[in-house]
C-alpha cells in the first residue's frame, strides 16, 4: 500500500503539469466557500444585531396599549383612545401576580427651553419603574421618587441628545429649563441609548413624572389616562401567563362582557424578537443554501476536470498498476487529486469570504462575527465536496485494464 | 525438444492453458492449448508473426491477463485463480516488465520512474531512491537520474524502463519487442545489457521480438503461430 505522503506528492504533481486548469477549478471551490462563508458571517452578525436590540429593549416585556379612536372614518391608531388609567396599571402591580413591575407611560412633543437655546423633543411622562424596567441607568444625578409622582413635581430627566443640544458642556443637573412655558429642575442624565432597530434615536427624548405630564403638559387631551403601559413579567415563562392575567383584569375593569373586543391591545416584545430571530435564521439558512448551490457547481468543476484527466492519463494508470497498483493506490491517488484541489480552493474560500464577511459587516454597521463553526463546516465540506466528486473519476480510474490501458494513444 | 531443467526449478509452468477473446460474435482463440515450462535463469526468445498469440501469452505470464482454461503457475504459486489486487502484488515482485514504447511517466526523472514499482510495495523513501540508485547505476545511468524521459535518448529511456524491471529484484524480465523503436546500434546494446542482466544476475529473461537477429541473444528459441506453439529449440551459444 501506497503512503498517504507519497500520494500527496503525486497529486500536488499532477496538479502542477495542468495549473492553468487547476487554478479555474479552484476557482469554482473559492468562489463557493467564499460564498458560505460570507452568507454564515453576515446572517450570524444579523442574528447578534437582534439579539443585542433585545437585550438593550430589557427583557420579558409586554406593552399594553390603550384603545384606538376614529375620527370621520379615519382610525387614528392604538393608543389614540384613553382607555387605560393610572387605577389600572396600580391594579395590575397589585392583581397579577405575574406582572412585576408596570410602567404608565403617556407621551407627547414639545419645545424645550434653556436659556438661548431651545430644542424639539419627545416627552414622556412616566414612573421611576420605566428606568427598572428597561434597565436603563442614570449617568448623572437621580430619577424620579414616588414623592415626585405624588405630587406632580416639576423635574424631568434628560436624554443625552438632549442636554447635549441644550447644554453642551455645561452640567445640567440642577438647572430649570421650560417644557411648554412650564420651568422643571433637571434631575439628572440617563446613560446614552443608541439608536432603536429602526433608527430612531433614543436618547432625544426628556422624561417628567407621570402626574406631571397628565395635569401641566397634556392634561387637557387625556385628563388620567395613559396611551401605554410597559409591563415586565417575573421571567420569560411567565409572559403568556401575565398577558392572560392582564387582559382578564382590564376586560373586568372595563366591563367587558364575553364576545365583545378589548378596547386595549397588548403586545409581546419578546415574541416580536423571537420572530425577527426566526426570520434572520430563515435569511441566513436561505442565503446559505443558495451559496452551497456555488460550491456544488464547484464541485461539478472537479468532477468534470477529473474525468478528463483520467482519460488523458489513462497509459500513465496502464503503467502504475503494470507495476503493482492495487485498486485502492489508484483511487486514493486520484481522490487526493481531488481534495488536494478542494481543500486549497476552501482554504483560499474562507480567507475570502471571510475578509468580505468583515467588510460588508462593517459597511453594514453590523457587528463584525468570525463564525469558527462557518469555518470547520467550510473546510468539512470541501473535504466531502473533493472525495465525493472525485471518487467517481477515482473509481473509473482504478477499475481500468492494465493490457488496454498500456497501448492507448 | 525443451531444455533440459529441474522440475523443481520451474519458474513459470503453463499447462494446457487457452485464452479466448469475445469479438463480436467471433470468439477468437488468441491461445490454444499451450504448455510451456521456463526454468530460473533461461533467456528465451519468443517469435511469431502479429496474431499469433505471442502477446497474450506475454500478458498471462506477465498477470496482466488470466487464462480461459488452463492453469499458469508462477514460482510455485497458482495465479489463475487470483484478484485484481493480488496479481497486482505478483506483478509487483515477481515480474518486470520491459516495453516498445518504454511506458515512462512523464515529467516524472528518471529517478522518481525507477522507484516507482517500489511505491508500491510500501518501502519507505530513502530506501525507494537508493534502490533506484544502484539500478539506475546498473544500467550504466548513474548520472542521469535527474533527467526526464523527453530528455534521454530511445536507448537511455529504454535502460530506464530496464532499472525499473530490475528494481525490485524480480526474477523475471518481460521485453516485448524491447528494440522495436531503436536503431539497430542501441538496439545491439539493449540486448546485451539483458544478457548480462541474465548472466550475471541471474534474472530469467524472456523477450518478445520479429527480428531474427534479436531473437538469437536467447539461449531457447519458441516460435508460436496461431496460438500455438509450432518450435521450441535450444539455440546454440
Redesign the interface.
Known amino acids: 500500500m501506497i503512503s498517504p505522503a507519497s500520494t500527496l506528492t503525486i497529486a500536488l504533481r499532477a496538479l502542477r503539469a495542468n495549473k492553468m486548469r487547476s487554478s479555474l477549478t479552484m476557482l469554482g471551490i473559492i468562489i463557493g466557500v467564499a460564498a458560505v462563508i460570507a452568507m454564515l458571517s453576515i446572517g450570524a452578525a444579523a442574528r447578534q444585531r437582534i439579539a443585542d436590540e433585545i437585550n438593550s429593549m430589557g427583557s420579558n416585556l409586554l406593552i399594553v396599549f390603550s384603545g384606538s379612536t376614529s375620527s370621520g372614518g379615519a382610525r387614528m391608531g392604538t393608543g389614540t383612545d384613553p382607555t387605560i388609567s393610572l387605577e389600572d396599571v396600580e391594579a395590575m402591580l397589585r392583581e397579577c401576580p405575574s406582572v412585576l413591575d408596570a410602567a404608565p407611560m403617556h407621551s407627547g412633543s414639545a419645545q424645550i427651553v434653556y436659556g438661548n437655546r431651545n430644542w424639539s423633543t419627545g416627552i414622556i411622562g412616566t414612573t421611576a419603574s420605566v428606568l427598572h424596567i428597561n434597565a436603563w441607568e442614570m449617568l448623572h444625578g437621580r430619577a424620579f421618587t414616588p414623592q415626585d409622582e405624588r405630587y406632580s413635581a416639576k423635574v424631568c430627566l434628560l436624554g443625552m441628545t438632549v442636554a447635549d443640544e441644550l447644554f453642551g458642556a455645561i452640567d445640567p443637573v440642577g438647572r430649570i429649563v421650560r417644557i411648554k412655558h412650564v420651568p422643571f429642575r433637571v434631575l439628572g442624565v440617563l446613560k446614552p441609548k443608541g439608536q432603536s432597530m429602526t433608527g430612531q434615536d433614543q436618547d432625544d427624548v426628556v422624561y417628567v413624572p407621570i402626574t406631571t405630564a397628565q395635569r401641566k403638559l397634556f392634561g387637557g387631551t387625556l385628563p388620567g389616562m395613559v396611551r401605554f403601559v410597559m409591563v415586565k413579567a417575573t421571567g420569560l415563562h411567565a409572559l403568556d401567563q401575565a398577558e392572560q392575567e392582564i387582559v382578564a383584569l382590564l376586560r373586568h375593569r372595563h366591563r367587558i362582557g364575553p364576545g365583545q373586543t378589548d378596547d386595549f391591545t397588548v403586545r409581546n416584545l419578546t415574541q416580536m424578537m423571537q420572530i425577527a430571530i426566526t426570520l434572520a435564521n430563515i435569511m441566513t439558512i436561505l442565503l446559505g443554501a443558495i451559496a452551497s448551490i456555488s460550491l456544488l457547481v464547484g464541485g461539478i468543476g472537479i468532477l468534470n476536470l477529473m474525468l478528463v484527466s483520467v482519460t488523458e492519463r489513462t497509459r500513465e494508470i496502464g503503467i502504475r498498476i503494470a507495476v503493482g497498483a492495487k485498486t485502492w493506490d489508484i483511487r486514493l491517488q486520484f481522490i487526493m487529486e481531488a481534495m488536494t484541489l478542494s481543500l486549497i480552493g476552501g482554504l483560499i474560500g474562507i480567507v475570502l469570504g471571510q475578509a468580505g464577511s468583515i467588510g460588508l459587516c462593517m459597511a453594514a454597521g453590523l457587528p463584525v462575527h468570525v463564525s469558527a463553526a462557518g469555518i470547520a463546516l467550510s473546510f468539512g465540506f470541501s473535504a466531502a465536496v473533493g472525495i465525493f466528486f472525485g471518487y467517481y473519476p477515482a473509481h473509473k480510474a482504478s477499475l481500468l485494464n492494465p493490457i488496454d490501458a498500456l497501448r492507448y494513444e | 525438444m525443451t531444455a533440459p531443467v529441474d522440475a523443481t526449478s520451474h519458474l513459470i509452468n503453463l499447462r494446457t492453458v487457452s485464452k479466448e477473446y469475445a469479438m463480436g460474435d467471433n470468439r477468437i482463440r488468441a491461445l490454444d492449448d499451450v504448455s510451456l515450462t521456463i526454468a530460473r535463469g533461461e533467456f528465451v526468445s519468443v517469435m511469431g508473426p502479429s496474431g499469433s498469440g505471442k502477446s497474450t501469452l506475454m500478458?498471462i505470464i506477465?498477470c496482466?491477463?488470466t487464462p480461459s482454461a488452463g492453469s499458469y503457475r508462477l514460482d510455485g504459486q497458482d495465479v489463475g485463480r487470483l484478484g485484481?489486487?493480488e496479481l497486482?502484488?505478483i506483478?509487483?515482485?515477481t515480474i518486470g516488465?520491459v516495453?516498445q514504447g518504454f511506458?515512462?511517466?512523464?515529467?516524472?526523472s528518471a529517478l522518481e520512474n525507477v522507484a516507482?514499482?517500489l511505491?508500491?510495495?510500501?518501502s519507505r523513501?530513502e530506501e525507494r531512491y537508493s534502490r533506484a540508485r544502484e539500478a539506475l547505476a546498473t544500467v550504466g545511468l548513474a548520472d542521469r537520474e535527474h533527467h526526464h524521459p523527453n530528455q534521454l535518448s530511445g536507448g537511455q529511456q529504454q535502460r530506464v524502463t530496464i532499472a525499473?524491471a530490475i528494481v525490485?529484484q524480480a526474477p523475471v524480465i518481460l521485453a516485448d519487442e524491447p528494440t522495436g523503436n531503436l536503431d539497430s546500434a542501441t538496439g545491439i546494446e539493449i540486448m546485451n545489457l539483458f544478457v548480462r542482466l541474465n548472466r550475471e544476475a541471474g534474472i530469467t529473461v524472456i523477450v518478445v521480438t520479429h527480428e531474427r537477429e534479436i531473437a538469437q541473444y536467447g539461449r531457447r528459441l519458441i516460435k508460436f503461430r496461431d496460438g500455438r506453439i509450432v518450435s521450441d529449440a535450444e539455440l546454440a551459444p
Do not use: I, M
Request: proline share 4%; glycine share 8%.
Open positions: 500478458n506477465g496482466l491477463d485484481r489486487d497486482a502484488r506483478r509487483n515482485r516488465f516495453f511506458n515512462l511517466l512523464a515529467r516524472t516507482l514499482p511505491l508500491y510495495s510500501g523513501a525499473r525490485n
